[in-house]
């Protein structure tokens, strides 16, 4: 068959036959960085693109869905700051913070030279983050209502995404349904998220209803 990557897929995806199951590798950059040599940190999409065709595999360029934190820009009351360093075992790291009126929240994530990232730290971590969380949540979802430009900055970053991709492979956005963003590695250790959502069942109601991901469609 011909055609690029992303049509052979597709065509296989609407047409082909079940038992002859195209190999998937991604999405990500696994693939590519290990077949090239290159650390995981410096692969690109262009690495990628060129791995899957002298492999024979194939990836899907995974796009996140919007999330609160695009809209906090346009928020004077909430404030989203960052800081990259090493963690002192030399592993790259990101820490965030978000200022509410309701207090501070910080999330710390690693990025290891040979695996995928991981949270070493969530924002919301105990109770005590409860109001600060829910703040975050009610004034975004504001912005994203009433804001066009929220929704304007989410267009153009898709589409630039998209544009790094080529039309290599197909393009995947997730977008998940409020109850599992508000419970998922986002925000919070999904065990955590857990107890919160049983402990705290009406607060955590009023959130999933005001989240963001139920008004960006």
């Given at each position: 068959?011909?055609?690029?990557?992303?049509?052979?897929?597709?065509?296989?995806?609407?047409?082909?036959?079940?038992?002859?199951?195209?190999?998937?590798?991604?999405?990500?950059?696994?693939?590519?960085?290990?077949?090239?040599?290159?650390?995981?940190?410096?692969?690109?999409?262009?690495?990628?693109?060129?791995?899957?065709?002298?492999?024979?595999?194939?990836?899907?360029?995974?796009?996140?869905?919007?999330?609160?934190?695009?809209?906090i820009?346009?928020?004077?009351?909430?404030?989203?700051?960052?800081?990259?360093?090493?963690?002192?075992?030399?592993i790259?790291?990101?820490?965030?913070?978000?200022?509410?009126p309701?207090?501070?929240?910080?999330?710390?994530?690693?990025?290891?030279?040979?695996?995928?990232?991981?949270?070493?730290?969530?924002?919301?971590?105990?109770?005590?983050?409860?109001?600060?969380?829910?703040?975050?949540?009610?004034?975004?979802?504001?912005?994203?209502?009433?804001?066009?430009?929220?929704?304007?900055?989410?267009?153009?970053?898709?589409?630039?995404?998209?544009?790094k991709?080529?039309?290599?492979f197909?393009t995947?956005?997730?977008?998940?349904?409020?109850?599992?963003?508000?419970?998922?590695?986002?925000?919070?250790?999904?065990?955590?998220g857990?107890?919160?959502?049983?402990?705290?069942?009406?607060?955590?109601?009023?959130?999933?209803?005001?989240?963001?991901?139920?008004?960006?469609?």
């Amino acid at each position: 068959m011909t055609g690029t990557k992303r049509e052979r897929l597709l065509d296989w995806i609407r047409n082909g036959d079940p038992a002859s199951v195209p190999v998937l590798m991604g999405p990500g950059f696994e693939l590519a960085s290990a077949y090239l040599g290159k650390d995981q940190r410096e692969t690109t999409w262009p690495d990628a693109i060129r791995a899957a065709e002298e492999t024979g595999t194939h990836n899907i360029a995974c796009l996140s869905q919007p999330m609160p934190f695009d809209a906090i820009e346009f928020l004077d009351d909430i404030e989203l700051s960052e800081k990259r360093d090493r963690s002192p075992d030399g592993i790259d790291r990101l820490t965030q913070w978000v200022r509410t009126p309701e207090g501070t929240m910080r999330d710390v994530r690693e990025f290891p030279k040979d695996t995928g990232s991981y949270w070493r730290e969530h924002f919301v971590k105990s109770d005590e983050d409860l109001p600060a969380f829910a703040c975050l949540i009610r004034g975004t979802t504001h912005a994203v209502v009433n804001t066009p430009a929220v929704r304007r900055k989410v267009d153009a970053r898709i589409k630039s995404a998209k544009a790094k991709v080529g039309g290599a492979f197909p393009t995947e956005i997730h977008v998940f349904c409020p109850a599992v963003d508000l419970i998922g590695s986002y925000y919070n250790a999904q065990q955590t998220g857990l107890f919160l959502v049983y402990d705290h069942r009406d607060l955590m109601e009023e959130i999933r209803r005001a989240s963001p991901a139920t008004h960006w469609s």
